[in-house]
């Protein structure tokens, strides 16, 4: 399923696998002036070529290596002969196949190909804007923003999704996720693209709400810790239920990573 929205010279396709008429996981993807930022999530690949060839696609972004991001980056090399563009820190791991995706992952967006991709610069150029490429680790080690200085766009990848997130991924550094985000505040950013939620209304705003949630749950956690509790209790003493997402994740989503991650110390 695809929805597609305008906002000005932005577009966005909104997509998911359904099951029995509802959508799994919600992604999407951008284009901008010929440029795609992702590629979308490999069960979409159908939807996604169609797409493509209808809408003049010059160049492709990855956001970062997740597959829901860059999963159709070898059918664009493949049909439209576009190498897609990844910070430098992804190339080997996209050109691979994923040896074992947990069980959500493949339900919820299949598996990726291996794909080639060229490392991106500083900046890139589309006909008519110039993107900066900020690294913004956190979410991955790979994430990148995109930022047009001159309209006030921000391409937030995956760095913002909800002001107040109940679970973190086992392997995101909530640290580098909070140095990123002050990044991307101190921008002032007039619009602010999510990949999962389209154009969030008061971005910069948005941004910052998510900095003081995060660091209000790593004081909250640390002062637990000192009370001399484990991780586990930390967890359990934690507002709000991950039940959910642990069990349709098998764990990969919890309220506990957010603990592992807050009490490991900053790299
Ligand atoms: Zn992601
Ligand atoms: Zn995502």
């Not at 040896?99 to 990726?112: D, E, I």
């Not at 154009?199 to 637990?224: N, P, S, Y």
């Not at 507002?239 to 642990?246: A, E, T």
């Amino acid at each position: 399923m695809i929805h597609s929205l305008a906002y000005g010279d932005v577009r966005y396709f909104r997509m998911a696998r359904t099951f029995l008429g509802r959508a799994l996981y919600w992604t999407g993807v951008y284009l901008v002036d010929g440029l795609l930022v992702d590629s979308g999530p490999p069960n979409l690949a159908r939807d996604v070529r169609r797409l493509v060839s209808e809408l003049g696609v010059r160049q492709c972004v990855t956001t970062h290596y997740h597959e829901d991001h860059s999963g159709n980056h070898a059918l664009l090399a493949g049909a439209l002969r576009i190498t897609p563009l990844a910070h430098a820190v992804a190339a080997g791991r996209l050109a691979q196949r994923d040896a074992a995706p947990q069980l959500y992952r493949r339900l919820a967006w299949g598996v990726r190909e291996p794909a080639r991709v060229a490392a991106l610069g500083e900046w890139l150029e589309t006909p008519h804007h110039r993107f900066q490429v900020i690294h913004t680790p956190g979410h991955a080690p790979d994430h990148v923003a995109l930022w047009e200085p001159r309209r006030g766009w921000l391409f937030s990848g995956d760095l913002y999704l909800a002001p107040k997130l109940r679970y973190l991924r086992a392997d995101e550094d909530v640290h580098a996720m909070i140095e990123s985000l002050r990044r991307l505040i101190a921008l002032e950013p007039a619009a602010l693209f999510c990949q999962h939620r389209g154009q969030v209304e008061h971005g910069g705003t948005r941004l910052r709400h998510k900095l003081e949630f995060l660091l209000e749950l790593g004081e909250r956690i640390q002062a637990l810790r000192r009370r001399g509790l484990d991780e586990a209790e930390i967890a359990r003493a934690l507002p709000g239920s991950d039940l959910f997402w642990r069990l349709w994740t098998g764990g990969d989503f919890s309220k506990r990573n957010f603990v592992t991650a807050f009490l490991r110390p900053r790299s």
